[in-house]
């Protein structure tokens, strides 16, 4: 299993305005077979909406309980859940969901770090003063849980 956060407009960051940076779009697909990708989040702001699900992923680990995240600017609202060794994501529009995927908790979660840490790195390798915006820090130390949870421990 693959994650792929993909923003647009990344040319904003070698900007003197790229703190508008997080501001843009980002959709985040999922490749689970080697031909097969899918569209699993998508937001109109992506700084605020990757602080929202990693913070509500944190929140669905520690108390098991099913996490609620809307879209910013979009009319989709996203449920994660977890049934025992899997992660259910349930895409919702209008009150009915529109689409469902069914992953290993232990594969999302490792998919998961690993992406966060290679755009977290991409970004301040395009501009390193990226990292002084407090949504860069902010970002990077909500991400940085997955990386150091004990599944992924267990793992390396």
Do not use: W
């Amino acid at each position: 299993m693959e994650l792929k956060f993909l923003v647009e407009d990344g040319d904003i960051l070698r900007s003197p305005y790229y703190n508008d940076f997080f501001f843009e779009k980002i959709k985040i697909f999922v490749k689970t077979v080697k031909y097969e990708k899918n569209e699993l989040f998508h937001s109109a702001v992506h700084g605020s909406f990757l602080l929202n699900l990693g913070d509500a992923i944190i929140e669905l680990l520690k108390t098991g309980k099913e996490q609620s995240i809307k879209s910013i600017g979009e009319p989709h609202l996203y449920k994660i859940s977890l049934q025992s060794d899997e992660i259910i994501i349930k895409s919702i529009e209008k009150q009915e969901v529109i689409q469902q995927f069914n992953f290993s908790r232990e594969d999302f979660l490792n998919a998961l770090a690993i992406e966060s840490k290679h755009y977290l790195q991409s970004i301040k390798k395009v501009n390193p003063r990226i990292v002084l915006e407090d949504q860069y820090q902010l970002l990077a130390s909500c991400y940085v849980y997955f990386d150091s949870s004990p599944i992924i421990e267990f793992n390396s």
